[in-house]
């Protein structure tokens, strides 16, 4: 779409025709990412843009933020107005915000797809409880890439056991990530301890410093890394005696995630309230 029209509480916004997108957290990295993303994709249009209330960017045409020129969409810090008159939200903002806005797109009655990490057991209760009437799709990372590797970390952690096989997951992001470790490297700890039928809460090792003493079979270690401009890497180190395998996926580009945020919503419209995930939309739990 290169044009988005904007639309007023009340109207009709429920027939066919383009997807209406609300983005929220509009000028953070990922936002505008979102935003050139439905500018690109068929299929969709930017129905609203919410930034952070006393963001400099309130006030701001959306396109013009997001570099892709004009598209008539101011960002605001009232998001109800702007929920209601859309079909879906695309969240990649903090878990405080995240929660928020789970609540209103319930209200709503819409697709709410949270792309937001770094949330507590306390925000997923939350979430889940906006998810009776909203229509969530949340995962840790909405890459195709990730997603099938989480299938192959699964089967791996399955077929090799805790007695020959050691289980580490090392992640490295760019400077200015606030949560550790990274919703991609829970999630994948969640597929590789689904695989070995444990619970990752109880087995989980983050990070070791000083004297820790021998390694405790079937744990699953955590390392992180945090420099410079890096988008997100992450690998999945089994590592037996003698040989060892290393699950790997390097993001080279935001798009991967913006995309997958966008089919997530299209794939969430018209279905009833629930929380989903990524694998759900991808059809990789079949
Ligand atoms: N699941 C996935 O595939 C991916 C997930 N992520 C996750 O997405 C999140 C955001 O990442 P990133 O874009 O790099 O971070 P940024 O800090 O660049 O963006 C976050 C945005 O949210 C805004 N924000 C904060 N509070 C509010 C609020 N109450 N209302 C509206 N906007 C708000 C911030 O505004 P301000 O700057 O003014 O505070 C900022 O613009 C992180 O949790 C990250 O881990 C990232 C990439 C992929
Ligand atoms: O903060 C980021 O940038 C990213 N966050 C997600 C995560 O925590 O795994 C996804 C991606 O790796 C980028």
Redo the contacts with the bound molecule.
């Keep these: 779409m290169s044009e988005a029209e904007v639309f007023s509480p009340g109207d009709d916004v429920s027939s066919s025709g383009d997807m209406g997108l609300v983005v929220?957290?509009a000028?953070?990295?990922?936002?505008q990412t979102l935003i050139r993303a439905i500018h690109d994709i068929d299929g969709v249009r930017l129905a609203g843009a919410?930034?952070?209330p006393g963001?400099p960017h309130i006030g701001r045409d959306a396109g013009e933020v997001a570099g892709v020129g004009l598209l008539g969409v101011s960002i605001t810090d009232d998001p109800l107005p702007v929920f209601a008159a859309a079909e879906g939200v695309l969240d990649?903002?903090?878990p405080a915000?995240t929660v928020?806005f789970a609540m209103l797109s319930a209200q709503a009655r819409i697709v709410h797809v949270i792309?937001?990490?770094?949330c507590s057991e306390a925000d997923d209760e939350k979430i889940r409880a906006a998810a009776r009437h909203a229509v969530i799709v949340k995962?840790?990372?909405?890459?195709f890439g990730v997603n099938l590797l989480a299938v192959l970390v699964e089967k791996a952690a399955k077929a090799l056991g805790p007695d020959d096989f050691d289980i580490e997951i090392l992640e490295m992001h760019h400077k200015h990530?606030v949560?550790a470790p990274s919703?991609t490297a829970l999630l994948l700890g969640e597929a590789a301890a689904e695989g070995r039928g444990i619970d990752l809460a109880s087995q989980s090792v983050r990070g070791r410093d000083g004297h820790t003493g021998a390694r405790e079979n079937g744990t699953i270690g955590f390392a992180t890394l945090r420099g410079g401009s890096v988008i997100g890497d992450h690998s999945v180190i089994l590592a037996g005696t003698g040989e060892r395998i290393t699950l790997s996926h390097h993001a080279e580009d935001?798009t991967i995630?913006a995309r997958?945020a966008v089919k997530a919503a299209l794939w969430a419209r018209g279905r009833k309230p629930g929380l989903y995930s990524m694998r759900d939309v991808l059809g990789l739990n079949e």
């Design positions: 929220v957290g000028g953070g990295r990922m936002g919410i930034g952070r963001s990649f903002t903090t915000a928020e792309g937001t990490t770094g995962s840790g990372n909405m890459s990530k949560d919703g935001r995630f997958g």
